[in-house]
């Protein structure tokens, strides 16, 4: 079992809906982070938080909005997204971002599809 | 730049054969740490290992071995008497400071 754990599993969705995907961890760590992964690819990523603010947005379109409610918690708000948006989405935390050399402790991920 | 490749796209071995996986890197920094990580047919990334790069001492965990290899660039990742278990897509990452580069990724399949 993975420490850091998301819902959904899986998300099917068509490109007017909002959801959300919901990352948390109790590990106490202080830097959590959402990646995007497409098939036979390496993960990308997308936003980093440190210490419950944002301190990574790597150009990603504003239809995805993440928040961090507290230090356990991290969402991804999605909105009108496109097909090429379908992808394993990938959540992680570590002890702290300062440098990004602590090992990153990742979820299941949630597998979107975009109809 | 900074720069991860990882060469053998895909790798099939029979089970209890020992299989090497390739990581070459490019960096121009002295101070940048190194990982291996484990991608299950699950979806999860698990943590293997990480090295710094003032420590050129090879590691063993149990079946696992690693080489790092500053003069080449390296660092390769061994699997001694591969098991079923280890199938998966394994990723060689780079990291300095706020940059974190992930290689493209090797497929192993351990056949049984």
């Known amino acids: 079992d993975t420490e850091v754990t998301q819902t959904p599993k899986h998300l099917v969705m068509g490109m007017t809906n909002k959801k959300s995907l919901k990352c948390e961890q109790h590990?106490?760590?202080?830097?959590m982070y959402w990646y995007k992964q497409k098939a036979k690819k390496p993960p990308e990523l997308m936003f980093v938080?440190?210490?419950?603010?944002?301190?990574i947005n790597e150009s990603v379109p504003s239809r995805f909005s993440p928040e961090c409610p507290n230090s356990s918690l991290l969402n991804l708000h999605l909105h009108a997204l496109q097909p090429e948006d379908s992808a394993l989405y990938l959540c992680?935390?570590?002890?702290?971002?300062?440098?990004?050399?602590?090992?990153?402790?990742f979820g299941d991920g949630t597998r979107l599809s975009i109809l | 730049a900074q720069k991860v490749t990882q060469a053998q796209t895909e790798i099939s071995v029979v089970e209890k054969e020992d299989v090497t996986l390739d990581c070459v890197y490019e960096?121009?920094?002295?101070?940048?740490?190194l990982f291996w990580y484990k991608q299950p047919p699950s979806g999860e990334l698990v943590f293997l290992i990480r090295?710094?790069?003032?420590?050129?001492q090879n590691e063993i965990s149990g079946r696992y071995s690693w080489n790092f290899q500053k003069s080449t660039s390296s660092f390769n990742f061994t699997i001694t008497a591969s098991q079923v278990v280890d199938s998966a897509v394994y990723f060689c990452?780079?990291?300095?400071?706020?940059?974190?580069?992930f290689g493209p990724g090797t497929r192993l399949s351990v056949l049984p």
């Open positions: 590990m106490g760590h202080r830097a």
């Open positions: 992680a935390s570590s002890q702290s971002s300062g440098g990004r050399n602590q090992p990153q402790h």
């Open positions: 960096t121009r920094d002295t101070t940048y740490y």
């Open positions: 090295r710094n790069s003032f420590d050129e």
């Open positions: 938080y440190s210490y419950e603010k944002l301190s």
């Open positions: 990452a780079l990291v300095h400071g706020q940059n974190f580069v």
